[in-house]
């Protein structure tokens, strides 16, 4: 993903495991120039342990939106729905999340590398194209 493809500030951040290894790429954009972030995007390889949710748990991304949000209020998945999306001549199955807080949209798909990509999204709906903005993150981050 290219910071130029985008107005407003984006900021990355990397997750790491006890052992020093990297548990996920987090990606903040703030379309509003500092008065809060409106979208934050997850990139969790393989095994990561923040892809382990309970039933009805939020995902990790959801969690980080809520908190530089600065809202503090209980949201829980209150269910999902796989739509297909064609991405040039591939096929990508997304999950939407539809959340109990409604404000925010939430979706999910796994890459051909096995990355899981979560977009967790405040006051604005998730649109197909976005996908196609989504450049694949190098392996090399994901390395310990």
């Known amino acids: 993903m290219d910071p130029g493809d985008w107005p407003g500030n984006l900021g990355a951040g990397l997750l790491p495991a006890p052992d020093g290894s990297c548990q996920g790429v987090f990606l903040r954009y703030d379309l509003f120039g500092g008065r809060g972030p409106a979208m934050i995007i997850g990139n969790l390889p393989e095994g990561s342990s923040a892809r382990e949710t309970a039933e009805g748990e939020i995902p990790f991304e959801v969690a980080q939106l809520l908190l530089a949000l600065e809202n503090d209020e209980e949201v829980t998945v209150v269910g999902t729905e796989d739509v297909p999306v064609m991405q040039g001549d591939n096929l990508l199955i997304v999950r939407r999340l539809k959340l109990s807080e409604s404000r925010i949209s939430c979706v999910q798909f796994d890459r051909s590398d096995n990355v899981?990509?979560?977009?967790?999204?405040?006051?604005?709906?998730?649109t197909d194209d976005l996908?196609?903005?989504?450049?694949?993150l190098p392996p090399e981050l994901f390395q310990g």
């Open 116 to 126: 899981l990509v979560t977009i967790a999204a405040w006051d604005r709906p998730i």
């Open 131 to 136: 996908y196609a903005l989504l450049k694949p």
